[in-house]
């Protein structure tokens, strides 16, 4: 299972959710590869799933995977209840 | 690596817009000799071309450019608000904590980064940044992280 943390330069607050999402789906159980990326890197890169904001969700409409809004980035809580729904 | 240290902290500055707020805490940056003066131009620039997608949580921005846009080393700044300023976020306005991220291509970047992200992901150290009476007071928020 392959995870795309994205945002919009792919250097910074991808990073911070990947942080967070590599801790929820350990504390689920559950193995994936997770990385980070830009927007523009993540409409040609295949994965499963993509964990992302709101406002770069529009922009990846169409991607073959499923899209993940996170609104708080820092809350483990919303990222576990996000993830147990679409996995 | 500069982490938050008291240079790098305005308490209840005033902005008036997004852009001022994002601003000030590039200015922070620059003053404390961890990124060049257009560094703040491009955080601008990033937002006006790619939105307010770095506010992050509730009241929580983390504007940033890339390393080449001028950075000199890897640091974090913050900027509190004395009146919480509108970025556009569909769910997350409006901002209050401003925390602006010089990040470099080197591992120091990534320390950085999980360093703010523990301390944000804690909501008790939320309200304490929001709560500090100074400067002093954020640094035994980061300290306990620390630790």
């Known amino acids: ?87 | 690596m500069k982490f938050l240290e008291p240079p790098l902290i305005a308490l209840d500055a005033e902005a008036a817009s997004a852009e001022e707020a994002i601003r000030l805490a590039g200015a922070l940056l620059t003053e404390a000799g961890a990124a060049e003066a257009r560094y703040a131009d491009a955080m601008v620039d990033s937002y006006r071309e790619r939105g307010p997608y770095f506010v992050l949580a509730p009241s929580i921005a983390l504007p940033h450019a890339r390393a080449q846009d001028g950075v000199i080393e890897a640091a974090v700044s913050f900027v509190r608000l004395k009146e919480p300023v509108v970025f556009g976020h569909s769910a997350n306005d409006p901002v209050q904590l401003v925390f602006a991220l010089g990040g470099s291509d080197s591992g120091e970047h990534i320390a950085l980064l999980r360093q703010l992200t523990t301390l944000l992901s804690n909501p008790a150290h939320l309200e304490q940044f929001k709560q500090a009476a100074d400067v002093e007071a954020i640094q035994q928020i980061i300290r306990g992280n620390e630790q």
């Open chain 1, 1 to 87: 299972m392959k995870v795309l943390c994205v945002c919009g330069l792919g250097q910074g607050t991808s990073l911070i959710l990947r942080m967070n999402v590599e801790n929820v789906l350990s504390a689920m159980g559950v193995s994936a590869d997770v990385e980070h990326t830009d927007v523009s890197t993540a409409s040609g890169t295949a994965a499963d799933y993509i964990i992302t904001s709101h406002e770069l969700a529009q922009s990846l409409e169409g991607h073959s995977a499923r899209i993940i809004v996170v609104n708080n980035y820092f809350d483990n809580d919303e990222i576990k209840q996000k993830l147990g729904e679409a996995l």
